[in-house]
């Protein structure tokens, strides 16, 4: 099955950048859907952004509208997530993951089958 390994968390002061990135190997199809989530210590792992492979749209949870963007580079199999103006609320565990619905950009985590083993991100005030 398709592997998914996370790269670029780290230690960020407010307000500043970090550009997360989610490598793919292994069999992959032409339509499916990826997305980022994160788990703070303590709370439920949520939903931060996700993106139709094949199209190319997205959706973002509201809480880093205008602040992160999510993007894929088709022929490296890779995906991004571009985070600015960081906060020290941003700080968790940093997830992607992939399911196989070529349509639907779904919230759940549920719906979500294969996922990366995550990448610590750190935000200091």
């Known amino acids: 099955q398709v592997q998914l390994v996370e790269s670029g968390g780290g230690l960020v002061q407010a307000g500043g950048s970090l550009r997360l990135s989610c490598a793919a190997s292994?069999?992959?199809?032409?339509?499916?859907?990826m997305g980022w989530f994160r788990q703070a210590p303590g709370k439920e792992r949520e939903f931060v952004a996700g993106?139709?492979?094949?199209?190319?749209?997205?959706d973002y949870a509201d809480f880093v509208k205008g602040r992160f963007t999510i993007s894929r580079d088709n022929a490296k199999k890779t995906m991004y997530l571009q985070m600015n103006s960081l906060k020290p609320d941003d700080t968790a565990v940093y997830y992607c993951?992939?399911?196989?619905?070529?349509?639907?950009?779904?919230?759940?985590?549920?719906?979500?089958?294969?996922w990366g083993q995550g990448t610590q991100v750190t935000v200091s005030s």
């Open positions: 993951a992939k399911d196989l619905s070529p349509w639907i950009i779904s919230k759940n985590p549920r719906a979500y089958e294969i």
């Open positions: 292994g069999r992959t199809s032409s339509n499916y859907v």
């Open positions: 993106i139709r492979w094949s199209g190319g749209s997205t």
